[in-house]
T-cell receptor, first 110, second 113 residues
Framework: GQQVMQIPQYQHVQEGEDFTTYCNSS?????IQWYKQRPGGHPVFLIQ?????EVKKQKRLTFQFGEAKKNSSLHITATQTTDVGTYFC??????????FGTGTRLKVLA | DAGITQSPRHKVTETGTPVTLRCHQT?????MYWYRQDPGHGLRLIHY???????DKGEVSDGYSVSRSKTEDFLLTLESATSSQTSVYFC????????????FGEGSRLTVL
């Protein structure tokens, strides 16, 4: 079945440092989505990637979809304390199903 | 925020008792989902629905059943709760199935003693 691995599981960074989380699949992904969950909150949609090699930016966040559509990454430039939370990728390759990675929990030290 | 209400938001129960969690939406979205979230496991899909009375199993469906008799309501039932079902449960909805964004409810924290 669908399986999405996400690394690292945890990341602590100093405020101002960059951060990257990776999402890997053994099978080709149709689309991949990214979500952010603040501590104590619920996941909130960030973006969807559809095309091979696609790169999208949202302010300090850069999302990439691998050329083979088997991996994706989220990069945050110059982290801020507001970036704290858990970032999830979601594989939407299954019929009607969204299968989430295990998440990367980001802590930003001021 | 999308109109999704989960109830109850918090529940403590004993092993062996039945529990029903309710998800109510006001968005008229076709697709509804139940996930559980546990440390180290992320969000795992329990069951999902692609229409009224149309449901299917997710990754971790054992011990859970669901029903959807109306577009707006999706019920998750634990027939006989076990301590391993202690978790935070999230309902989510989508207008487009596997291509649209998921909107999540606030979550229901269930503790099984």
């Amino acid at each position: 079945g669908q399986q999405v691995m996400q690394i690292p599981q945890y990341q602590h960074v100093q405020e101002g440092e960059d951060f990257t989380t990776y999402c890997n699949s053994s099978t080709t992904l149709s689309n991949i989505q990214w979500y952010k969950q603040r501590p104590g909150g619920h996941p909130v949609f960030l973006i969807q990637l559809v095309k091979s090699g696609e790169v999208k930016k949202q302010k300090r966040l850069t999302f990439q979809f691998g050329e083979a559509k088997k991996n994706s990454s989220l990069h945050i430039t110059a982290t801020q304390t507001t970036d704290v939370g858990t970032y999830f990728c979601a594989d939407t390759s299954g019929t009607y199903k969204y299968i989430f990675g295990t998440g990367t929990r980001l802590k930003v030290l001021a | 925020d999308a109109g999704i209400t989960q109830s109850p938001r918090h529940k403590v129960t004993e092993t062996g008792t039945p529990v029903t969690l309710r998800c109510h939406q006001t968005e008229n979205h076709r697709y509804m989902y139940w996930y559980r979230q546990d440390p180290g496991h992320g969000l795992r899909l329990i069951h999902y629905s692609y229409g009224v009375k149309d449901t299917d199993k997710g990754e971790v469906s054992d011990g859970y059943s669901v029903s959807r008799s109306k577009t707006e309501d999706f019920l998750l039932t634990l027939e006989s709760a076990t301590s391993s079902q202690t978790s935070v449960y999230f309902c989510a909805i989508s207008a487009m199935g596997d291509t649209g964004e998921l909107f999540f409810g606030e979550g229901s924290r269930l503790t099984v003693l």
